[in-house]
């Protein structure tokens, strides 16, 4: 990136895919509410490392392979999608979304390293993550300013950043709804059910996305 504006561009860019209410911010959230924040905070990094592979995946040349090869988009994607529907069946088979007197027994259960992992694979097994980094980026390369790996990373560190910044907002978040919903049972049981519904509609979504040609 040459100058400011077009820095403010990408950035913006970011933000608004972000923003956009996805498995990701789903699943953070609900890892927030249930969990100490510390597993908020390892599936945070999880993604960060997800989104740090699609990167370096896009500057590869390796996402053109889910354009052009059927196969591997298919297999990639229906992964994705039945592990949205797992751990949306996985929150609706949990007794309860709120932190308890059984909290210290759910992070034994849960460690850190589980949530990191759900955090990496959740996004890792997204196609549309990995094709999102390959369209978008390119547009911000000028390969008249310099090495174009090195414009690749400085972008991907930013993309990875803006993530990482956005994912510990949502933990957070997630950590004050698990404080609120603790003192309202019935906000338990809809919020369990809220967010397991859209995990679960994330994963048939997915399931159903065509091809990009």
């Not at 889910?66 to 088979?93: D, K, N, S």
């Not at 996004?123 to 008249?144: D, G, H, M, R, T």
């Not at 803006?162 to 919020?191: C, N």
Request: with cysteine.
């Amino acid at each position: 990136m040459a100058d400011m504006e077009s820095f403010l561009i990408f950035v913006g860019a970011l933000a608004v895919a972000y923003l956009i209410p996805g498995p990701d911010m789903v699943l953070i959230l609900q890892t927030g509410a249930l969990q100490e924040r510390r597993q908020a905070l390892a599936t945070a990094a999880g993604f960060a490392l997800a989104r740090a592979l699609h990167v370096a995946l896009a500057a590869l040349g390796l996402a053109a392979l889910l354009r052009t090869a059927p196969m591997v988009f298919e297999t990639v994607r229906m992964c994705g999608a039945a592990y949205l529907v797992w751990l949306g069946i996985a929150i609706l088979r949990s007794r309860s979304s709120a932190p308890d007197a059984d909290m210290e027994e759910r992070t034994r259960s849960s460690s850190a390293r589980s949530a990191a992992v759900r955090g990496l694979l959740t996004n890792l097994l997204n196609p549309k993550a990995l094709l999102f980094c390959s369209v978008l980026l390119p547009q911000f390369i000028q390969p008249e300013q310099g090495a174009i790996a090195g414009q690749f990373l400085l972008l991907g560190t930013i993309l990875v950043c803006v993530g990482l910044a956005f994912d510990l907002l949502y933990a957070g978040a997630g950590s004050f709804l698990g404080r609120w919903i603790a003192r309202h049972p019935i906000v338990q049981i809809i919020q369990r059910w809220t967010f397991a519904t859209l995990l679960i509609g994330f994963g048939l979504r997915l399931a159903f996305t065509n091809r990009p040609t």
